[in-house]
């Protein structure tokens, strides 16, 4: 850390202080401020991928550094809106949101007057209390598996559905079944 202060953030180069500090790649980012560098979308440590001292998410990132030309993406199992315009790369149009009319609104991630809601309990996040997983922004004591209750990491989360759980209640409940696969005797079961 510098001499007066915590360490500058890699986008705005401004302070970035420990409660609102993302790491990647050795350097410090605010947390409001880890978003790709096209689409501004917010990333974690499974979503970012790093160019130099770029910062994008996976699908920005195969775009602009990805294999181009005939056999690479674009076949029948891969949906595509690139016009290939001069590899510029263009934000993505994002249609304007809509509240939901759902009762239970908490199962979901919302955008309220720009600030993140949180989809486990409904309430707005701020910076210094956000963790972002699984595609969403939550609040650190939020931030647990929906089956267990174990406190979960960036790493170490898996989610469905818009819930997230910790890897081995993930594979319990959504994983493959049958024979081979699970508590058998060459498995080693994890219990609290």
Not at 158 to 184: L, T
């Amino acid at each position: 850390m510098p001499f007066g202060g915590g360490n500058k953030c890699g986008c705005c180069q401004k302070t970035v202080y420990f409660a609102e500090e993302v790491q990647c790649e050795g350097k410090s980012w605010h947390k409001s401020c880890f978003l790709c560098m096209v689409c501004r979308k917010n990333l974690d440590s499974t979503t970012v991928a790093v160019h130099v001292d770029e910062i994008y998410c996976k699908s920005c990132y195969g775009k602009k550094y990805g294999p181009k030309g005939y056999g690479f993406g674009g076949g029948a199992g891969t949906l595509s809106m690139d016009t290939g315009e001069g590899l510029g790369i263009q934000p993505e149009v994002q249609a304007p949101h809509r509240p939901t009319n759902n009762p239970n609104a908490s199962k979901f991630a919302q955008k309220a007057g720009g600030s993140d809601v949180c989809p486990r309990c409904g309430k707005t996040v701020y910076a210094a209390e956000k963790v972002i997983g699984g595609g969403n922004s939550w609040h650190k004591g939020c931030f647990r598996c929906a089956k267990c209750g174990k406190g979960l990491e960036s790493t170490t989360v898996a989610d469905r559905d818009g819930e997230i759980f910790c890897k081995g209640c993930y594979a319990k409940n959504f994983g493959p079944k049958g024979f081979g696969f699970g508590q058998g005797a060459g498995a080693l079961a994890y219990s609290q």
